[in-house]
């Protein structure tokens, strides 16, 4: 039992903005004041900040992509923060990829207590959750990945929508996924023969009628259909590439009244003709991406310095690795996706990416209604996870952006619109764009808020931080009612939980994926689909059932 005293509370999903009150904790939730005994430890909050935890709508910290990026980036590794093992804290590196264990240390650290692991093959679902496990003090989603999965596409080939519905139904149900991801649509299945899936509506590689706005349609009535908590969750077609707001555009109109999550939408807002004419289309994207009020997105935001790229987008990653002539890495998932891997560098000299680093910012700012846009930074694509009190500090600073916007080059300061924005966020929005927006589009009922039968998962900021940014040291984090972090610093650690979701499905579809899958896939049946005993704390959420108490 604790009590969190005269904190500044900012709780946007109850209304509550920056009021002086108390929270009541007991078994893991918070409950109504008056509910504990007098024996409650209080944690004095007078003068500091007090919020939901943090939730990351989209991150990669699990699976066989990581570790393939750990072992492509040794010096990274060499280079990166150690976690030294003292208490129940197990030893770790943190960096660009950080290993599981550190990966949790560094979420706690700053303040988040969940994530959502946003690329899963079914393929590797079983490795990917036992990561997932080794990942403390956060709890995890994660999605897996459809949109090139040829099952899926050849029932979309046949007309047999219905059937592609119970098969992804099994299919998410196999990886104890939580929904589902759809990366390049067409395109990562195109790049077996080495192609990609640039126009929406032009049949894919391999494929008579299926286009990639047919499985982006598809897949989105899908997710609707079996009322998933979280819908569609959609890496759009020409990732990168100067020109692409168009495609992102025509993507939204593909999607007209449906549901979906668009992810890292940074990547997919720039304008120009090549990468010398490459220049920031926000204004453009946030105008219609604000017009289609079923869209969320997160921003994708790139930093300067290191990063690692990773993403089942095969085609994009050989692009990337012919414009930078960096390592590269490749993978074929057999008949579900694919996997690239490219180490990479933000420099601030650069015009494409000075572009893209005002285009992450440009989405937060220009799109007026934070419950729809959320603090990403793909990580580790566009920047590491453990880097967002920066970006936290660059939106709440105007007059900090424009010192940043000065040390760009002037070719590029003509490309962007930052300069022009004047709006600094509240720290309302913050708690919004951080925790409770990720929170309600994940459907995530007891995540994101502090209300009465939340899950008690709360961070205490300094108001005056002696260390750094305002979101880079919180003063306490808390657990499900476990005080985990203290002074910025992991005092003890407690296990997550995952939410997985079983949809709805008829249970004869295994009749027809089984000798499909003996035919084709190189492992056998039994051993794919991952075995709920598997799991060691799950939680698992009813289709169409948010997961209240
Ligand atoms: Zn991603």
Redesign the pocket.
Known sequence: MLRIAGGTVYDPANGIDGVVKDLSIADGRVVADGDLSAGARTIDATGMIVMPGGVDV?T?VAGGALNFARGLVPENQRAARKFLHRGDRRAGLGGMTPTTFATGYLYAGMGWTTVNE??VPVLSARHTHEELHDIPLVDKTSLVLMANNEFVLDLLEAGEVERARHVVSWLVWAAKAYGIKAVNPGGVEAWKWGKNANTLHAPIEGYKTVTPAMIIEGLATIADDLQLPHPVHL?CNNLGVPGNFATTIETMNVLQGHRAHL??LQFHAYGGDDWTTMRSESARVAEAFTANPTLTADAGAVLFGDAVTI?ADGPWQHLLYQLTGRKWGNLDVENETGCGIVPYVYKDRSLVNAVQWAVGLELLLLIDDPWRIFLTT?HP?GGCFWRYPEIIHMLMNAEFRREQIQQLPEKARQRIVLADLDREYTLSEVAIITSAGPARSLGLSRKGHLGVGADADVTIYPRRPDHGFLFSYPRYVIKGGAIVVEEGDVREVVDGREFIVRPACDERIEDYIRPLFEKVYTISFANYPVEIERLQNPEVVAAGARHSA
């Open positions: 989209h990669h946003a690329a890496h992810a890292h993403t793909d694509n």
